[in-house]
């Protein structure tokens, strides 16, 4: 019997990590990316490159490449990827699961304004600081640059999209990061406030701790609406128990034994 085809929207860490667990189990694992970063680290399994051309070319592409199970597992603000995925999913009737990493929670002592998109963010600023740290990607920049009186720091995996704000300077860098580096770099550039996007996960998350350590207000984009009705998994480990009962009895069982599987099993 021929392998079952998963397909999985990528470029998050947690995409990665489900690849790599369904090496050598009944399922074969194609990760779909999106194209934004320039050198995508490698990944086990088939990996496509670019868009589908909207919800009827991922349709078209699940049906000529027999998919029977999807996976969501895009940036948590990659909102119209999601709902092209709902509604090529519930076109084809390929089951689609939503891998979602829950967002960043509050904690004693966090200085933390909310915004429902970059404007607003920016909107915010020059009543909280002067000097910006700006960890929202390398993408959506012109929102701030309406104000020439703040100094920018912008880091990003690849270099950004201009047009930029007047006073920046750009850090090229890529995640994990730790929190003994974050707060050397909150104090070697002076900055005075934050801003980011809602992603969660803790590759990313040491700068709210030393954020928060020198009293420095974060402002904090929540996250777009995502389609309703669809099933969610927190991790990885969801999502392989979520494909285990897709796959019948037989595959489940052989899908639960696979040494690369086992250990994210068994976390539960």
Known sequence: MKAPHVLVLGGTTEARRLAEALTGTPWRVTTSLAGRVAAPRALPGAVRVGGFGGTEGLAAWLRT????????????????????????????????????????????????????????????????????????????????????????????????????????????????????????????????VLVTKDSGGAATAPKLTAAREAGIPVVVVRRPPVPRGVPEAADPTGALEWLAGLAGPARSQDLHRSPTVTPLITQL
């Open 65 to 192: 490449h027999r998919v029977a199970a999807l996976v969501d597992a895009t940036h948590p603000f990659a909102a119209t990827m999601s709902f092209h995925a709902a509604e090529a999913a519930a076109a084809t009737g390929v089951p689609l699961l939503a891998l979602r990493r829950p967002g960043w929670a509050r904690t004693p002592g966090d200085d933390w304004h909310d915004a429902a998109s970059l404007d607003e963010a920016a909107s915010l600023l020059p009543a909280l600081g002067t000097r910006v740290f700006l960890t929202t990607g390398r993408t959506g920049l012109a929102a701030f640059t309406g104000h020439p009186g703040l100094w920018f720091l912008v880091r990003a995996v690849d270099p950004p999209e201009p047009p930029l704000p007047t006073r920046t300077e750009v850090l090229l860098d890529r995640g994990p990061f730790t929190l003994e580096g974050e707060r050397a770099l909150l104090a070697r550039h002076q900055v005075d």
